[in-house]
């Protein structure tokens, strides 16, 4: 399966902003889904994850409560709504596809897909 993540820019503090993580090559509802970030100079690190059946969420507690994770099957697309962002949340964004059927994973090396990355940068 090939990613492609779109939706990234420049924003205030306090500001939102909608990630898209577009499927191609085969069904997206055959993974289960995470978003992940890089600051520079920082490890990538796990920011929200998704089941198959949309059931399960999951969210790093940095961004609980201001991110919301989405995916859409029919569409073959994984959304990320990031509400009241923080200069901290400045980073490359990137969304992964895990074919496992183990529960939804925190860990990059639980993901065996990755996008090239959505740049999101919080400033005043």
């Known amino acids: 399966v090939q990613l492609v993540e779109s939706g990234g820019g420049l924003v205030q503090p306090g500001g939102s902003l909608r990630l898209s993580c577009a499927a191609s090559?085969?069904?997206?509802?055959?993974?289960?889904m995470g978003w992940f970030r890089q600051a520079l100079g920082k490890e990538r690190e796990f920011v929200a994850g998704?089941?198959?059946?949309?059931?399960?969420?999951y969210y790093a507690d940095s961004v609980k409560g201001r991110f919301t994770i989405s995916r859409d099957n029919a569409k073959n697309t994984v959304y990320l709504q990031m509400n009241s962002l923080k200069f901290e949340d400045t980073a490359i964004y990137y969304c992964?596809?895990?074919?496992?059927?183990?529960?939804?994973?925190?860990?990059?090396?639980?993901?065996?897909?990755w996008g090239q990355g959505t740049q999101v940068t919080v400033s005043s």
């Open positions: 090559g085969r069904t997206l509802s055959m993974y289960a």
């Open positions: 998704i089941s198959r059946n949309t059931i399960s969420k």
């Open positions: 992964a596809a895990d074919e496992s059927f183990g529960v939804v994973g925190r860990l990059v090396n639980q993901y065996d897909y």
